[in-house]
């Protein structure tokens, strides 16, 4: 009996301890685990329930801002603003402003701003994955997307006319071309800026000059902005316009009988930016805004918004945009570019006139 008594005692204790090993791998807290397939992960939103204010010179953006607001908690308003017009403000007001974040738009505005103090450093750990062309050296700017510059044409206009697309920036000055080109004043255009000032570093500038002599006889007027030329050639004003290529360069094709055409002798292009301004109240919301826009899942999240290539190699060109051929960029320096502003834009004055 006493033998059984102590059996039955050994099952019991085993039995408890049992229980009790399975009780305490059942409370471990689930610290540092990965998550099972369905389950729930709270992110870390430190910043949740703050508002940022930009100012957007970038077609579609708009479209990607509920995904960061998910992402992070941040609450996103903005502004449409040309970056020519938003850099007028900033000098008028000496740099004061509502804004803490500036998105897209044209680079020289963003290097004109950047040498007058408005713009606050910022270099985002995400910069190792963009190119060091897209960005500033000391972080006033990133780059979000290279947009290259190139053509729309209005192809019922060119059959009508009984002519071929123009296939390269020389054949923009065959008399043949007369009164139907359409192109912004550089003055004017940040984008069109760009525009020339990569023709003049591509062709030095002799060459670029006389090049603009003879392009100029072929064009009747200069628009006021950037985005006029698509505008009008997809109205059948035009049959051809320089411009800067973009996905809403593409969709004029929806609606009108419109084509994009890359350049096959050479592309110009820029980079579309982002930064902080230094008024900014909320400057480490804002990197945090910068951040997840130059990470692989914000630039993919920009892309769908409005197809561009974006500034990170390992995100894919959209397939729009499949045809580039991006040995035909050109080798551009922003900086040169920033330098020369006043010089060129004094010299196309007088070379175009009143046009």
Do not use: H
């Not at 508002?51 to 970038?58: E, G, I």
């Not at 960061?68 to 941040?74: A, L, N, P, Q, R």
């Not at 804004?99 to 985002?124: H, N, P, T």
């Not at 096959?264 to 902080?276: G, K, L, R, V």
């Amino acid at each position: 009996m006493k033998k059984i008594i102590a059996l039955l005692l050994v099952l019991v204790l085993s039995f408890g301890l049992v229980g009790c090993g399975e009780k305490t791998e059942t409370e471990e807290p689930n610290v540092g685990k990965v998550a099972d397939v369905g389950e729930e992960v709270e992110v870390e939103k430190p910043f949740e329930g703050e508002s940022l204010s930009l100012l957007v010179a970038y077609g579609g953006a708009d479209n990607s801002f509920p995904a960061f607001t998910e992402k992070t908690g941040i609450k996103v308003e903005f502004l449409s603003m040309s970056t020519g017009s938003a850099l007028a403000k900033l000098q008028a007001e000496e740099g004061k402003t509502d804004a803490d974040i500036w998105f897209g738009g044209g680079v020289d505005s963003y290097l004109a701003a950047r040498d007058l103090g408005f713009l606050e450093a910022y270099k985002s750990p995400e910069l190792d994955s963009i190119n060091a062309q897209y960005v500033d050296k000391d972080g006033y700017f990133s780059g979000l997307a290279l947009v290259p510059a190139g053509f729309i044409v209005n192809d019922d206009i060119l059959k009508e006319k009984g002519l071929e697309p123009p296939k390269t920036w020389e054949d923009l000055t065959d008399p043949k071309y007369k009164g139907e080109i359409i192109m912004a004043n550089p003055a004017i255009s940040g984008t069109q800026y760009a525009i020339t000032s990569g023709i003049i570093q591509a062709l030095g500038e002799d060459k670029a000059w006389d090049y603009f002599k003879r392009l100029d006889d072929n064009v009747d007027f200069y628009a006021k902005g950037g985005g006029e030329p698509p505008e009008k050639v997809s109205a059948g004003e035009f049959a051809i316009g320089v411009t800067a290529i973009t996905g809403g360069t593409y969709k004029y094709g929806e609606t009108s009988p419109t084509s994009v055409v890359y350049p096959e002798d050479m592309i110009p292009w820029t980079p579309a930016p982002i930064a902080i301004f230094k008024n900014s109240k909320k400057v480490e919301a804002a990197k945090v805004f910068i951040d997840w826009y130059l990470s692989k899942e914000g630039q993919e999240v920009l892309r769908e918004a409005d197809a561009r290539i974006m500034s990170r190699d390992d995100v894919a060109a959209p397939e729009l945009m499949k045809d580039l051929d991006k040995s035909k960029l050109i080798d551009f320096d922003l900086e040169l570019m920033g330098s020369q502003r006043e010089a060129i834009l004094e010299q196309w004055a007088e070379l175009t006139g009143d046009k």
